[in-house]
């Protein structure tokens, strides 16, 4: 009954691939999130979509797409990965009116 | 633009002990403020929220937090500590017109509590 999940829990890649983070939550939100956590635990959000819409876009390099098939799904694409991508990333989804985020166990991304 | 600013990098306590985690956030409208766990090899889960109403707000597990409006801060507590709150903490702040529900999160503090 895992409420936010991501597939793959870990992820180990060279430079320079392609590679893509599933995150899913069978909680009924609109609105996910896509947050990376750096090697000193520094959370930083990177993008949100609110019913397949993209309603918040921070500073993160082009190499970087999510994509929405629906409200339940937030995937994140990364192309041309580099060294400095690697991190956890999380996922989390919210409820509307309590503005409480849940959160995904997180996929550990390392770039060789 | 907003900040948030956890002034305890790495705070070792002893079972029993008491527990206070600083927090300040930059910000000068209405705020929403939230205290996140992370346990070990664990994803982030709430210990507690302030939206509005009674500034002390009480949360999971025995911790409360209190929302100094005049100081900008929204400190941590907890009376005594188990060896099981072995985890790093994260204060976040949201503005309350955000309708986006942007989270802006400080930089965490590791607490470790000995047995």
């Known amino acids: 009954d895992t409420a936010v999940s991501q597939t793959p829990k870990y992820l180990v890649t060279q430079m320079g691939n392609d590679k893509s983070i599933k995150c899913e939550q069978n909680?009924?939100?609109?609105?996910m999130y896509w947050y990376k956590q750096d090697s000193k635990k520094f959370l930083k959000i990177m993008f949100s979509y609110n019913n397949k819409e993209l309603i918040i876009n921070e500073t993160v390099p082009n190499r970087f797409s999510p994509k929405s098939p629906d409200k339940a799904h937030l995937n994140l694409h990364i192309n041309s990965l580099e060294l400095g991508d690697s991190a956890v990333y999380f996922c989390?989804?919210?409820?509307?009116?309590?503005?409480?985020?849940?959160f995904g166990p997180g996929t550990r991304l390392t770039v060789t | 633009a907003q900040s948030v600013s956890q002034h305890n990098h790495h705070v070792i306590l002893s079972e029993a002990a008491s527990l206070e985690l600083g927090c300040n956030y930059s910000y000068g409208g209405t705020v929403n403020l939230f205290w996140y766990v992370q346990y070990p090899g664990q994803h982030l889960q709430l210990l507690l929220k302030y939206f509005s109403g009674d500034p002390l707000v009480k949360g999971i597990k025995g911790f409360e937090a209190e929302f100094i409006k005049s100081k900008f801060s929204f400190n941590l507590r907890k009376p005594s500590v188990q060896w099981s709150d072995t985890a790093e903490y994260f204060c976040a702040v949201k503005a309350a017109d955000n309708q986006g529900g942007k989270l802006i999160f400080g930089q965490g503090t590791e607490l470790s509590v000995k047995p």
């Open positions: 909680l009924g939100h609109d609105t």
């Open positions: 989390a989804s919210r409820e509307t009116d309590s503005y409480e985020q849940y």
